[in-house]
């Protein structure tokens, strides 16, 4: 399968020991990872061709979202917003700036809208398949089928991500599209979603972006 | 007797890898393979899946399933997070159609690519 040929990236993790993830994720066939709430300026050891990019993860009252992410809106990190409730995904969906709403529970047309005029890519949360079980996971995979077809209704750039907390939650990119045709994902799309997209993120993130279509070269 | 080749089951083998906290036992593996396939695709999915443990050493192992149902068969695997406590992950290392193409191609492979460290 030359599908799987590309670059992969996991843009969700919270790692309790860096080091040890970077190196089963190099192992796996990630090129990097994304760990929310660590700081990187600790002496962390990298394996060859691997990066390790800091995420704000975003909790604050509905009326609150968007000042905050206004706040971190040039800081160069990746913000995500764990979505919920149809206020705060709103308020999050409505703010330029924002790169990730992860896992919204209710989500609609009018959202959907909005996070594709705001070019927010809408997250899924595999880990919810991997560690629940019976009811709970149908619940989520109920939540993430819908998010699916308002995602590919309004071309919304999809992103796979694993919610590793520890090593033994990671898994490999082809792992993970396996998992994700549970809800009816393609492994096209769940391809895109683990490489094309974030490395969108990552060119939006650079120094010599300006607006899409504008950049120094 | 032989069955005739057009009639036998179309198979393919999948070696992986298992990630443990401590060490597990095969029957403990087996039970958690077909817990989970069962969870996901129900008795009529896990009877045409068709999954049995062919091999495991502790680390290593080969997996048999039907050849049109791969997927499904990582799908159960990557869906495995602990047995009995234990946090557990599994990675597929390759398919092959028989046996000793999955050993020689995907284990072996790996052990002289990255020989275990056994100083104790």
């Known amino acids: 399968m030359s599908l799987f040929g590309s670059k992969f990236y996991d843009f969700y993790t919270h790692p309790d020991n860096i080091n040890l993830m970077a190196g089963v994720g190099k192992k796996y066939g990630y090129s990097g990872l994304a760990a929310m709430g660590h700081d990187l300026n600790e002496k962390t050891i990298f394996p060859e061709d691997f990066s390790i990019y800091r995420g704000v993860k975003i909790q604050a009252k509905p009326s609150r979202i968007r000042e905050e992410i206004r706040k971190y809106k040039d800081s160069g990190h990746i913000l995500i917003v764990e979505g919920g409730e149809e206020e705060i995904n709103r308020a999050a969906v409505e703010t330029e700036g924002l790169d990730i709403l992860m896992h919204p529970l209710e989500f609609n047309n009018v959202l959907a809208k909005a996070a594709s005029d705001n070019s927010v890519s809408i997250g899924f949360n595999l880990g919810l398949l991997i560690r629940l079980q019976g009811v709970e996971r149908v619940r989520e995979l109920k939540t993430m089928k819908t998010n699916l077809k308002h995602a590919r209704k309004y071309k919304l750039l999809l992103i796979l991500t694993s919610d590793a907390r520890s090593i033994y939650d990671l898994r490999a990119p082809r792992e993970m599209a396996a998992i994700s045709s549970l809800f009816g994902m393609t492994a096209k799309e769940a391809v895109d979603a683990m490489s094309t997209t974030p490395l969108n993120i990552l060119r939006r993130k650079s120094p010599n972006y300006i607006q899409e279509g504008i950049e120094i070269i | ?120």
């Not at chain 2, 070696?15 to 989970?36: G, P």
């Not at chain 2, 062919?54 to 149902?69: A, N, Q, T, V």
Request: with cysteine.
């Open chain 2, 1 to 120: 007797m032989k069955t005739i080749p057009t009639l036998r089951d179309k198979k393919r083998y999948l070696a992986f890898e298992v990630m443990s906290e401590k060490s597990i036992n095969r029957q403990e593996l087996v039970r958690e393979i077909l817990n989970s396939i069962i969870s996901i695709y129900g008795d009529k999915g896990a009877n045409e899946i068709n999954p049995s443990l062919m091999s495991f050493d502790g680390k290593f192992g080969i997996l048999r399933c039907e050849r049109e149902k791969r997927v499904e068969t990582r799908t159960g695997l990557g869906c495995i997070n602990n047995i009995h406590g234990i946090r557990v992950s599994i990675i597929v290392l390759g398919i092959s159609g028989t046996i000793k193409g999955a050993t020689e191609k995907f284990i072996q492979q790996t052990l002289i690519n990255k020989p275990e460290p056994e100083k104790k």
